[in-house]
Structures are given as C-alpha cells and as structure tokens.
C-alpha cells in the first residue's frame, strides 16, 4: 500500500524495529520511554479503555451486508434475517453476529463524496482530505498521543493484517507496531539461535560504545540518542511478561476454533489478547472487499469469515467483562453501488454506507440513520466521517475538538469540523 501523499511508506515491522533501522521508523516505540505518555491521566468521561478497528479494506458493500434490501430491483439474491434485536435485520450471510444483537448497534448512514480507495482510506482514518504538502495522523496515533499506554512495557497502537498506516504529524514515535501474521507475531522477540541474555548484553554494550563515538565525532546527535533509545525499548519489550500476550499458542484449540482458522479470526483473537495485556488501539485489517466482479459470491465468502470471527470476539469480549471497556468498529472507506454491473460486481460508493458499533458505552440493538429503500442515498440523519471519529473520542473520553501541533507549528483540530459532534444516541 503506497502513503498517502508521502514519499516513502512508513511501515514499522516487527523486523524493522528489532534491525534498529534509524529513521522514520526507528522512532516508533521511543514513546515507551516518554514519562508523559507513561502517566497520562484518565479522564472522568472515558467509557472506553481501548479501541480494536475492524477494517474491511476495499469497499464493503452495505446492501449485502449490515443495511439488506432483498426484494427490490437491487436488492441482490441475499435474504434479510431477523438479530436478537426486534425490528433490526441484516444479511442472511451473517446468521452468528445477528445473534448478538443486544451488544451491536449500526450506523446506516455514513456518507462522503470520496470514492478513490486511497483517499477515502486515508479520510476513514485521519478524519481529513489527503493532501500533498501534509500527512495527517491516524486516529490510532492520535490515542496513543492524547491517552498514552496503560501498560508500559507495549506501544499503544498495534496493526494486524498487512495494512498499516503512517503515524503522519505526530512522528514516528507514536506509528502503529504492525503485526502482519498473528500466528507468529513475536517471532523477532526472541534471541536467535544460540545467542543468550549475556551475549546478547555484550553486543548491546559494544553496540553503545560505538554509537556514543560516532555521536562525538559527527553530527545528528540525537538520531543517535533515539537509536539507543531504541534498542533499550525493544530490550525492554523482550524482557517484559507481556510479550506473552502475543503468542497465540497459549489460547485453548477450542477458542481458536471459534474465531477461524484465518488470519482475520485469529487477528481478532490476537486482539482480545492485546486489549488484556493493556493496548489502547488495535486495528485488524480484513481485505477484499472491492468486489467489482462476482460480487455476490466473494461477500458470500468473505461474510463466512466475517460472521465467525466478529461474532466469536464479541462473546469473548463480554465472557471476560472486557466488552463494557471495550470499543468495537467494524468499518470500511464506502459502500458499493446499489446498481450490478456486467460482471455481476457492485462499485463504488461512498454516498451511502454502513458501520457497526459494540461495546466502550455504546448501547446494543440501536440503528442510527437511514438509507432510501434502493440504498442510493442518506434517508435520515446523515453522519460525516468526523462524527464517527468524535463518537469514538467521546468513548475514548478524548475531546474531540482538542489540537494538537504539527512540526511547523500549526494546529490540527482531532476532529477537523468543531460543528461535527459525537452520535449520542448511541451512548444513551
């Protein structure tokens, strides 16, 4: 995936991290060393602890999904199907989440006027139109800035899946730890091959050594300090207890089976995990979802997925008492055409979509806003991009009109319009 209006994409491995790659990317978990960050102080006002994004990158069609239209002339061949909430009905491909309806809520009304995948992207997760000059940071960035960590020894920000984003204005301290397998997360947290904690300390020592050499020598002195800097926070996340939290393989087979064996049922299951051991935002990325041709049988598969995970970590979420403090968002960057082309697809459309809320103070069983009955457009209470980024501050308990400064001194509002205001109605 190419940075949205960047030179060079910052992708912060797992790999990356532990090689000490100075840059960008080497900075990204000097935030564990920040005192600032370690001791943020809660707000009064937080529903939420963390926040685990579901994304369905590529376009997720609505009408298939979470707002069905069966019986009209776009309707497509998928039935509507009651939940466990009267009056509410989704896709028959979805039979498990409609089961937990009493925890979900829908936002049926989301709209833009972006349908380009990478714009629309990048607005789903900054809140503002990409543009040339600035890279805007992600709403992931932003909680880990204004929220810092509840558990010191983990970033705040972690991605699963094989998207992730740039932490934009904010800097690199605060960029997403990217995941790509959840089945082997942490497999450069361990000391390789025959290297041990003395040898290891050894090289680290001769390592400094160097670094404090070439910094007397040159200039840039501070790229050197955040190189250090670096190598004691990777050092630090080895050492430290919850690096278990990572390794899947102490879950039991059955609750692993529960979420599916793919990468998006155990990349939730790694998530619930995350949200244990004290992660503030996690985000799990669930790709192909752009389904210009045979649309309805790729949603039909993908909503198998889907079903089984979603569902399985909401229940997981809730057995552990974790749901309450725990906001779930399943979204994507628009829906797709009510029309079906000649390749039996559906394409973009960003003038009406769906998005489902669980869990961190939201009430279950709610659907807010409408769409008309072919699904063409907003029916009832239209919901911009920025109210649904201030609904997950207001969980969060972040004001949402709060700024933060950029490099060159200029302030960015978290939510761009002070005008667009949480969706209460799903609070309370």
Not at 75 to 85: D, N, Q
Not at 163 to 179: D, K, R, V
Not at 414 to 426: F, R
Request: hydrophobic residues 40%; aromatic residues 8%.
């Amino acid at each position: 995936m190419n940075c949205f209006g960047c030179n060079e994409h910052i992708r912060f491995t797992r790999r990356r991290f532990l090689n000490g790659a100075i840059g960008a990317g080497a900075g990204s978990f000097l935030g564990l060393l920040r005192p600032e960050v370690l001791f943020a102080q809660p707000s009064k006002n937080r529903k939420a602890d963390s926040v685990i994004l579901l994304w369905m990158g590529g376009g997720m069609s609505h009408l298939d999904t979470l707002d069905p239209k069966p019986g009209t002339p776009t309707g497509g061949p998928f039935e509507a199907i009651s939940t466990a909430v009267k009056d509410i009905r989704i896709s028959e491909k979805l039979p498990r989440l409609a089961k937990e309806f009493k925890d979900l809520s829908l936002i049926r009304s989301l709209t833009s006027k972006e349908g380009s995948h990478e714009r629309a992207t990048y607005m789903m997760h900054t809140g503002y139109m990409p543009i040339s000059s600035f890279q805007h940071s992600t709403l992931g960035s932003v909680t880990w800035k204004m929220l810092g960590q509840k558990n010191p020894d983990l970033p705040a920000y972690i991605s699963i899946g094989r998207e992730t984003w740039p932490a934009g204005f904010l800097g690199s301290n605060y960029a997403a730890f990217q995941i790509e397998n959840p089945d082997r997360p942490a497999q450069n947290l361990e000391y390789h091959g025959s290297v041990d904690d003395k040898h290891f300390q050894a090289r680290l020592k001769l390592l400094n050594e160097f670094d404090r050499k070439f910094a007397a020598e040159h200039r840039g002195a501070e790229v050197i300090e955040a190189y250090a800097n670096h190598y004691k926070a990777a050092y630090k996340l080895m050492k430290s207890r919850s690096v278990a939290a990572f390794d899947l393989s102490g879950e039991p087979a059955p609750i692993r089976q529960r979420y599916g064996e793919t990468y998006f049922g155990q990349g939730c299951l790694l998530a619930r995990r995350l949200v244990q051991a004290g992660v503030r935002f996690i985000e799990v990325s669930f790709g192909g979802w752009d389904t210009h041709q045979q649309n309805f049988d790729r949603v039909a598969e993908l909503s198998a997925t889907l079903d089984q995970a979603v569902s399985a970590l909401i229940a997981d979420l809730r057995a552990k008492s974790l749901l309450e403090r725990t906001l779930v968002v399943l979204a994507s960057e628009f829906g797709r055409t009510p029309e079906i082309n000649g390749n039996e697809g559906r394409d973009h459309w960003p003038r009406v979509w769906s998005a489902m809320l669980a869990g961190g103070g939201i009430v279950g069983g709610r659907v807010h806003g409408e769409s008309t009955p072919g699904g063409h457009e907003v029916a009832k209470d239209p919901v911009q991009i920025g109210q649904l980024h201030a609904t997950v501050c207001k969980a969060l308990g972040i004001d949402p009109t709060a700024q933060n400064t950029a490099p060159d001194g200029r302030p960015i509002r978290i939510v761009q319009d002070i005008n667009l205001h949480p969706i209460d109605a799903l609070f309370s």
